[in-house]
Protein backbone atom coordinates (compact mmCIF):
# COMPACT_ATOMS: atom_id res chain seq x y z
CA UNK A 1 0.00 0.00 0.00
CA UNK A 2 1.38 3.45 -1.01
CA UNK A 3 0.46 6.38 0.90
CA UNK A 4 -0.37 9.54 -0.84
CA UNK A 5 -1.65 12.99 0.09
CA UNK A 6 -2.66 15.62 -1.99
CA UNK A 7 -2.35 19.13 -1.61
CA UNK A 8 -2.34 22.78 -3.87
CA UNK A 9 -5.83 22.84 -4.58
CA UNK A 10 -7.99 26.13 -4.30
CA UNK A 11 -10.59 28.89 -5.32
CA UNK A 12 -9.00 30.48 -9.21
CA UNK A 13 -10.80 32.34 -11.96
CA UNK A 14 -11.48 31.26 -15.19
CA UNK A 15 -8.11 31.07 -16.70
CA UNK A 16 -6.13 30.69 -14.19
CA UNK A 17 -3.64 28.23 -13.11
CA UNK A 18 -2.56 25.68 -10.26
CA UNK A 19 0.17 23.33 -9.53
CA UNK A 20 -1.50 20.17 -7.34
CA UNK A 21 0.95 18.05 -5.75
CA UNK A 22 0.70 14.71 -4.41
CA UNK A 23 3.83 13.46 -2.11
CA UNK A 24 3.61 9.46 -1.36
CA UNK A 25 5.49 6.97 0.36
CA UNK A 26 8.29 4.97 -1.56
CA UNK A 27 6.48 2.48 -3.68
CA UNK A 28 8.15 -1.07 -3.80
CA UNK A 29 6.96 -1.93 -6.79
CA UNK A 30 9.03 -1.38 -10.23
CA UNK A 31 6.45 -0.71 -12.57
CA UNK A 32 4.06 1.48 -11.11
CA UNK A 33 1.77 4.17 -12.93
CA UNK A 34 0.29 7.20 -10.77
CA UNK A 35 -2.64 9.09 -11.84
CA UNK A 36 -4.81 12.04 -11.22
CA UNK A 37 -8.59 11.49 -10.96
CA UNK A 38 -11.02 14.08 -10.46
CA UNK A 39 -15.06 14.24 -9.24
CA UNK A 40 -17.58 16.99 -9.77
CA UNK A 41 -20.74 16.35 -7.52
CA UNK A 42 -22.85 14.31 -8.82
CA UNK A 43 -20.33 12.74 -11.01
CA UNK A 44 -18.71 9.74 -11.22
CA UNK A 45 -14.71 9.85 -10.78
CA UNK A 46 -13.26 10.43 -13.70
CA UNK A 47 -9.10 9.89 -14.75
CA UNK A 48 -7.42 13.11 -15.60
CA UNK A 49 -4.34 12.13 -16.83
CA UNK A 50 -1.36 9.35 -15.48
CA UNK A 51 2.26 8.80 -15.56
CA UNK A 52 3.96 5.37 -16.23
CA UNK A 53 7.26 4.24 -14.51
CA UNK A 54 9.02 4.78 -17.89
CA UNK A 55 7.63 8.59 -17.68
CA UNK A 56 4.97 7.99 -20.32
CA UNK A 57 1.78 10.34 -19.99
CA UNK A 58 -1.60 9.65 -21.06
CA UNK A 59 -4.26 12.59 -21.32
CA UNK A 60 -7.86 12.63 -20.82
CA UNK A 61 -9.37 14.55 -24.22
CA UNK A 62 -11.07 17.27 -21.55
CA UNK A 63 -7.75 18.00 -20.32
CA UNK A 64 -5.32 17.52 -23.25
CA UNK A 65 -2.90 20.80 -24.52
CA UNK A 66 -3.64 22.48 -20.73
CA UNK A 67 -2.99 19.82 -18.12
CA UNK A 68 0.53 18.31 -17.75
CA UNK A 69 1.34 15.68 -15.22
CA UNK A 70 4.93 14.85 -13.84
CA UNK A 71 6.64 13.11 -10.94
CA UNK A 72 9.90 13.72 -9.32
CA UNK A 73 10.98 10.57 -8.24
CA UNK A 74 14.37 12.02 -5.94
CA UNK A 75 11.20 14.20 -3.69
CA UNK A 76 8.27 11.13 -4.36
CA UNK A 77 5.59 13.83 -5.47
CA UNK A 78 3.42 13.55 -8.33
CA UNK A 79 2.06 16.71 -9.82
CA UNK A 80 -0.25 18.18 -11.90
CA UNK A 81 -0.17 21.55 -13.57
CA UNK A 82 -3.29 23.22 -14.53
CA UNK A 83 -3.75 25.94 -16.85
CA UNK A 84 -6.78 27.55 -18.78
CA UNK A 85 -8.93 26.34 -16.09
CA UNK A 86 -12.42 26.87 -16.90
CA UNK A 87 -15.75 26.18 -14.53
CA UNK A 88 -15.80 22.39 -15.89
CA UNK A 89 -12.57 21.67 -14.02
CA UNK A 90 -14.14 22.29 -10.61
CA UNK A 91 -13.69 19.44 -8.81
CA UNK A 92 -12.37 17.05 -6.00
CA UNK A 93 -8.90 15.71 -7.48
CA UNK A 94 -7.46 12.54 -6.33
CA UNK A 95 -4.19 10.71 -6.87
CA UNK A 96 -3.60 6.81 -7.08
CA UNK A 97 -1.13 4.96 -7.20
CA UNK A 98 -0.97 1.00 -8.52
CA UNK A 99 1.06 -1.46 -10.41
CA UNK A 100 1.04 -0.54 -14.42
CA UNK A 101 -0.01 -3.88 -15.39
CA UNK A 102 -3.38 -3.56 -13.46
CA UNK A 103 -3.68 0.37 -13.10
CA UNK A 104 -4.44 0.72 -17.38
CA UNK A 105 -7.26 -1.78 -16.95
CA UNK A 106 -9.00 0.03 -14.92
CA UNK A 107 -8.21 3.72 -15.64
CA UNK A 108 -10.68 4.18 -18.07
CA UNK A 109 -13.25 3.52 -14.71
CA UNK A 110 -12.39 5.49 -12.89
CA UNK A 111 -11.98 3.69 -9.75
CA UNK A 112 -10.19 0.70 -8.31
CA UNK A 113 -10.40 -0.35 -4.71
CA UNK A 114 -6.94 -2.08 -5.21
CA UNK A 115 -5.01 0.66 -5.87
CA UNK A 116 -3.62 3.36 -3.59
CA UNK A 117 -5.70 6.91 -3.22
CA UNK A 118 -4.93 10.51 -0.96
CA UNK A 119 -7.69 11.83 0.63
CA UNK A 120 -8.32 14.15 -2.36
CA UNK A 121 -7.58 18.02 -2.26
CA UNK A 122 -10.56 20.48 -4.11
CA UNK A 123 -10.29 23.18 -7.50
CA UNK A 124 -12.96 25.54 -7.30
CA UNK A 125 -13.00 27.65 -11.02
CA UNK A 126 -15.22 30.63 -11.29
CA UNK A 127 -16.20 32.52 -14.10
Known amino acids: QVHLAESGGG ?14 SEVRYDRFCMGWFRQAPGKEREGVAY ?3 DATTTY ?3 V ?3 FTISKD ?7 LDMNSLTPSDTALYYCAADACWRF ?6 GFSDEASWGQGTQVSVSA
Request: with cysteine.
Open 73 to 79: NAKNTLY
Open 60 to 62: TDA
Open 51 to 53: IMY
Open 11 to 24: SVQAGGSLRLSCAH
Open 64 to 66: KGR
Open 104 to 109: RRWWSS
